[in-house]
């Protein structure tokens, strides 16, 4: 039987390695909760009426930082979005003092996004506001493994004991170390593959299969994940060319039918078609990539939620 707290540890949420598998199962399962609040005509909750969220994203972002500000308007929190572009950080004002002078204002969360790998872990020892990390540089992005994690509790009805492969690249991705830490964590067999040159120096430590196949990698799989070749971040030759690199490790239907019958097929976002996943099978009867864009409103309302306060009977109102 799976363990589940009643209240999560922290003022803030920073990655998956800072939570236990408990508090774990009480995002996925508030979030259960949080999902039905979409399907009422009025899609609307008490739950951090008075209480203000700030969004500070110093990177260009459209699924994240839409997800988190619809999730803070249905719980009727008071949401305000910083446009970097518009701030005192173009004048050279330091993330610290950005913080701070927000804070002064008495936010009760600042959701941040940062290239910086651990900028919101110093701004979680800075502010007395809790943090949520809306993705740091290569590091973590919790609440997109948290919301894989969920979209695949919600289709396979368990995470324990399924086959998980990721494919991609592994060596940018904030996403990968999330999600690896996460289902492992819930006890999934994960898979991770990719060229030798976009795979982390550290994989060996992290409890997963690595292979440069993506065969092995999605045969019987329950489950895979495609992520996006990121090119802005790479500054040098880690493939000889996009084309060479979709037909080695490209996701195709004729790859997919390696898994088993009912896999799902994952994508955070934003898919580079073409590069690394096909058409066909981005817009295949196995996707679930909108279903997660859906999901991610839930799980980041159950986040803020555990974070900020409230009572169930709010979530019920």
Not at 18 to 25: A, M, P, T
Not at 150 to 177: M, Q
Not at 270 to 290: Q, Y
């Amino acid at each position: 039987m799976s363990e589940t707290a009643s209240r999560l540890r922290g003022k803030d949420l920073l990655g998956i390695a800072d939570l236990d598998v408990s508090e774990i199962n009480l995002i996925l399962d508030t979030a259960e909760a949080m999902k039905e609040v979409a399907s009422r005509p009025i899609k609307k909750v008490p739950t951090l009426r008075g209480k203000t969220v700030i969004n500070l994203f110093f990177e260009p972002s459209t699924r994240t930082r839409t997800s988190f500000e619809i999730a803070e308007k249905r719980l009727s929190a008071d949401t305000l979005n910083i446009a970097i572009a518009m701030s005192s950080v173009v004048k050279g004002e330091t993330l610290i003092d950005t913080a701070l002078n927000l804070e002064a204002m008495a936010p009760a969360i600042m959701v941040v996004r940062h290239s910086s790998s651990g900028a919101c872990h110093l701004l979680a020892r800075t502010c007395r506001a809790g943090i949520v990390n809306a993705g740091d540089g290569t590091h973590e992005h919790p609440t997109q493994g948290l919301l894989d994690a969920f979209t695949i509790r919600e289709r396979k009805g368990r995470i324990a004991g399924l086959k998980i492969a990721i494919v991609g690249d592994l060596l940018h991705s904030r996403v990968f170390r999330s999600n690896i830490l996460l289902l492992t964590k819930l006890g999934a067999e994960v898979w991770a593959c990719g060229p030798p040159t976009l795979m982390p120096p550290e994989l060996d430590r992290l409890g997963v299969h690595a292979t440069t196949r993506v065969d092995e990698a999605v045969d019987g799989a329950d489950a895979i994940m495609m992520l996006r070749i990121q090119l802005e971040r790479m500054q040098g030759g880690f493939f000889p060319s996009l084309r060479e690199y979709f037909t080695v490790f490209g996701m195709t239907p004729e790859r997919v039918r390696l898994a088993k019958p009912d896999a799902i097929i994952m994508h955070p976002g934003p898919m580079n078609r073409g590069v690394e996943i096909a058409s066909e099978v981005a817009d295949g009867p196995a996707s679930v990539i909108l279903d997660q864009v859906t999901n991610g409103v839930a799980v980041r309302m159950a986040v803020l939620y555990l974070l900020a306060g409230g009572g169930e009977n709010e979530v019920a109102a």
